[in-house]
């Protein structure tokens, strides 16, 4: 797996070109809500920050690769948006408890022996009536062009379900995406989780 400095690498070489159009799952489930304060773990250059921003959300974006978030603070200030960048790895980063209307993890799949700390944090931030988004490739996902090469790191809805205390889960499932590669389209599949903590009382 790719370190922070792997990271910054990718995102300095201007041969790269990053999208910044959102997550559409991220787009899809979010676009009803009422716009508050989100929190993008794993944010890299900031698709789903920016997106979040320019619909009126307070954006905490975090991220190992300072790199990254350099070009999403570029990007929020071409397009005059406030982003609030934290150099962070989370494995060591804790968020604020029950801080956020929104906390999202896309494609950052934690390693095993750290994954229920990153998953139990993320659910922690979740302000009573928010809600938690988490999305990355699904162990049967043939790994043609994306995400960890062990498929114990890779997600599923059974290692989803339990995963986020707290938390109530509206959706666990599994989907099927086309994703663009350098060698053509592939079939992508990915595993989610979409729920919300209740209101307090």
Not at 54 to 76: I, K, N, P, Y
Not at 91 to 96: E, G, K, L, T, V
């Amino acid at each position: 797996m790719m370190d922070a400095d792997d990271w910054d690498r990718r995102y300095a070489d201007s041969s790269r070109a990053f999208s910044y159009e959102p997550n559409p799952l991220l787009a899809e489930l979010a676009s009803p809500l009422v716009a508050g304060r989100a929190l993008d773990l794993a944010a890299g250059a900031g698709r789903n920050a920016l997106w979040l921003a320019g619909r009126g959300w307070r954006v905490t974006a975090v991220d190992f690769s300072r790199v990254g978030l350099q070009r999403a603070e570029s990007r929020a200030a071409e397009l005059g948006l406030e982003l609030d960048c934290v150099h962070a790895d989370l494995y060591d980063y804790c968020p604020p408890a029950a801080a956020f209307e929104l906390v999202l993890i896309t494609y950052m799949h934690p390693r095993i022996d750290q994954r229920e700390t990153v998953f139990g944090a993320a659910a922690e931030a979740v302000a009573p009536g928010g809600h938690l988004l988490v999305v990355g490739f699904d162990e049967t996902d043939p790994h043609e062009g994306g995400g960890p090469a062990d498929p114990e790191r890779r997600f599923s809805p059974k290692r989803l379900t339990d995963a986020f205390p707290g938390i109530e889960l509206e959706r666990c499932e599994r989907m099927e995406r086309e994703q663009q590669t350098a060698e053509g389209p592939r079939r992508a599949v990915d595993a989610f989780a979409w729920g919300r903590r209740p209101d307090a009382g």
